[in-house]
């Protein structure tokens, strides 16, 4: 399924700003953690590099039509889906009924013998 580009979609600016700003606060935290000796300006400098390349790279995705699902439209797919669940009928009310017991599956290895006479081989 291919989309053409569409320069009348909207880019979700705010929300690619939003996530790039949470990507850079957890990276800073890391770097602050894993290079605590050796803090290095250029760490620094390519993760603020990678703020414009990530909105350009967003909005070229959103012109041609892409669009991630926000944790609401999951919650809601999955709330109808549980929905439709409940409504649906139970596989088991539909299934068969359990056939007749014949001479080879009417006793079964718990049942009591008639009589004292022993097992036959």
Known sequence: MCMAWDSTRPVPWRRLIREWI?????ATVAFLFIYRDDLQLGLFAGLFASGPMYLLFG????????????????RAERDTA???KAAAPSATSNARSKPAPTRRTSSGPSSQRKGNKPKRR
């Open 22 to 26: 949470i990507y850079v606060a957890f």
């Open 59 to 74: 909005a070229v995705l959103a012109k041609f039509g892409y669009a991630r699902k926000t944790f609401k439209d999951l």
């Open 82 to 84: 549980a929905a439709s």
